[in-house]
C-alpha cells in the first residue's frame, strides 16, 4: 500500500498562497491522485484530483484558484493554492484514486484568516 506524507500547511491571510506538498512511499505508477479536504463540521470533499496522463479535474469552489500538479521523478504531489479565502480553512488529505483500497495521508491544516 502507498504511504502518504502531506506537508505545507500554515495560516495565511486572505488573498495568500500557500503549496502543499505530499511525498508518496511505494510505487504510484498509473495511480490517479486527488487532495481532499474537511472542513469541521462539513464532510470530506474532494477538490482536486491528477490521472497519471496528466488529466486534472478541480472542485467549482477551486476552479481557478487552486493546482495539482505532480513530480513522478520525485514521487510527489502537489497543490498551489492561491487567492486564498477563509472558506478554503480545512485539513488537507493527499488520498489516491480508484485502488481497491485507497490510501490517505494524515492530513495538513490550512487556516486562512480574513
Known amino acids: 500500500q502507498v504511504q502518504l506524507v502531506e506537508s505545507g500547511g500554515g495560516l495565511v491571510q486572505a488573498g495568500g498562497s500557500l503549496r502543499l506538498s505530499c511525498a508518496a512511499s511505494g510505487n504510484i505508477f498509473g495511480i490517479t491522485m486527488g487532495w481532499s479536504r474537511q472542513a469541521p463540521g462539513k464532510q470530506r470533499e474532494l477538490v482536486a484530483r491528477?490521472?497519471?496522463?496528466?488529466?486534472?479535474t478541480y472542485a467549482e469552489s477551486v476552479k481557478g484558484r487552486f493546482t495539482i500538479s505532480r513530480d513522478n521523478n520525485k514521487n510527489t504531489l502537489y497543490l498551489q493554492m492561491n487567492s486564498l479565502k477563509p472558506e478554503d480553512t480545512a485539513v488537507y488529505y493527499c488520498?489516491?484514486?480508484?485502488?481497491?483500497?485507497?490510501?490517505w495521508g494524515q492530513g495538513t491544516q490550512v487556516t486562512v484568516s480574513s
Open positions: 488520498n489516491t484514486l480508484f485502488l481497491p483500497v485507497d490510501s
Open positions: 491528477l490521472t497519471w496522463g496528466g488529466s486534472t
